[in-house]
């Protein structure tokens, strides 16, 4: 399959651990922030969203974290599958522009 | 299946050239962006259109144009191809304007490989 950027940060874990997967944003105005998830070949997948009004939300699996404070947010998945294995980017929703803006993405490889 | 559907999956063309890509939105989605990926540039907001008209502009070239039509289907050409504008284009839909946050739902994408 294709890949998706030649110097993605790869995140490599076994299958059944937990997985984080961390994320800087930059514009401290974006109020709303999206996890995808891309397989080869695809195109980017919905995960999990979170508003900028809650810290925390959970879903099934997954977990995701926001700390306004240092624009970080966080992709925690649970028992790691095979199937997880894929590019995951976070992004955030510029609403003066009415878009996303993806971060650079990481790699996961799950290992069996 | 996100159900946004995207023609043709793959296209090979060459350097000067033109073509249009196209794009269904999802059932009842008003909205349909553009984006381009490629391997040094990662994901790239092209353009919005919502209920037909222009939303909002990201990093889209003056070569580049697109519009959405009545039936909502989006159109992205793109003209006076260069070897740097092979990649893959996707299309997103949402059910608004993206306003206050809300999700896209991509399509597969269409390779573009310009010889």
């Known amino acids: 399959g294709e890949s998706v950027g030649l110097h993605l940060p790869t995140l490599s874990v076994q299958e059944g651990d937990n997985s984080i997967i961390n994320c800087a944003y930059s514009?401290?105005?974006?109020?709303?922030f999206i996890w995808y998830k891309q397989e080869s070949g695809k195109g980017p997948q919905f995960i999990i969203d979170?508003?900028?009004?809650?810290d925390k939300r959970q879903g099934q699996r997954v977990t995701v974290l926001l700390n306004k404070t240092v624009k970080h947010l966080s992709l925690q998945i649970a028992a790691t599958q095979p199937g997880d294995s894929a590019v995951y980017f976070c992004a955030e929703i510029d609403t003066g522009r009415r878009a996303l803006t993806f971060g650079s993405g990481t790699r996961l490889q799950v290992q069996p | 299946d996100s159900g946004v559907t995207q023609t043709p999956k793959h296209l090979i063309t060459a350097t000067g050239q033109r073509v249009t890509l196209r794009c269904s939105p999802r059932s009842g989605d008003l909205s349909v962006y553009w984006y381009q990926q490629s391997l040094d540039q990662g994901l790239q907001f092209l353009i919005h259109?919502?209920?037909?008209?222009?939303?909002a502009k990201g990093n889209i070239l003056e070569r580049f144009s697109a519009q959405q039509f009545p039936d909502l289907h989006s159109e992205l050409n793109l003209s006076s191809l260069e070897l740097g504008d092979s990649a893959l284009y996707f299309c997103?839909?949402?059910?608004?304007?993206?306003?206050?946050?809300?999700?896209?739902?991509f399509g597969p994408g269409t390779r573009l490989l310009v010889l």
């Open positions: 979170i508003r900028s009004n809650m």
């Open positions: 514009n401290s105005a974006s109020d709303y």
């Open positions: 997103a839909s949402s059910s608004r304007g993206g306003q206050g946050g809300e999700t896209q739902y």
């Open positions: 259109y919502y209920n037909g008209e222009e939303r």
